[in-house]
């Protein structure tokens, strides 16, 4: 396996694997408030938290940015609740993306120390090759999500008399009340203070 693969393959386990349940999440949430043919909008949301997660992984990696870890690790269920209670009071915007990618750069500051460590000699090809997992894993969590985001739809809408809409407002809420929970836990959890 050539290097640059290895460290796709790195970036790509970094979003799939099940012990990265909190990148997995986020990505639920951000996900929750879009539809199947919405699927465009939800890319370039994830696209933007990728962005975000590459500026924090480069600056960590070049040793220009040190966060404390025990923060980080805090705030990463913090950034997934806070995404859940804008999922509950909007549905979403023009400013998504931003959000997105702002969030992005505390998820990339808890995988730095991690990767400082891998980057010793070189650092452009690991952290391109990474990032290029990243979103490739990404697209795949989204097309899962995909899927059972709708499979969801379906089930309210078997269940309830007030198709379109309501269905689509019945899952967020949903969605984002069991993942904010979740979330709300880890972060109690991890709390540094």
Do not use: K
Not at 125 to 143: K, R, S, T, W
Not at 146 to 163: E, K, Q, S
Request: glycine share 8%; with cysteine.
């Amino acid at each position: 396996m050539s290097e640059l693969a290895a460290y796709i393959t790195l970036g790509f386990r970094h979003i799939t694997d099940l012990e990265a349940m909190d990148h997995i999440l986020f990505l639920f949430a951000l996900a929750a408030i879009y539809r199947l043919r919405d699927w465009r909008d939800g890319l370039w949301v994830v696209s933007a938290f990728t962005i975000g997660h590459s500026v924090t992984l480069a600056l960590a990696v070049t040793g220009a940015l040190v966060l404390p870890t025990r923060l980080i690790e805090f705030l990463i269920p913090v950034t997934i609740v806070a995404t859940c209670v804008d999922n509950l009071v909007r549905t979403g915007g023009r400013y998504r993306p931003v959000f997105a990618g702002v969030f992005g750069l505390v998820h990339g500051a808890g995988f730095a120390n991690y990767l400082r460590s891998l980057f010793v000699d070189q650092i452009a090809l690991p952290l391109f090759g990474f990032n290029v997992g990243i979103e490739l894993g990404q697209i795949v969590v989204l097309a899962i999500a995909a899927a059972m985001l709708a499979g969801v739809d379906r089930a309210f809408a078997l269940t309830t008399a007030r198709p379109g809409q309501g269905v689509l407002r019945l899952r967020v809420v949903a969605v984002s009340a069991v993942v904010a929970l979740v979330a709300a836990r880890w972060a109690v959890e991890r709390s540094p203070f």
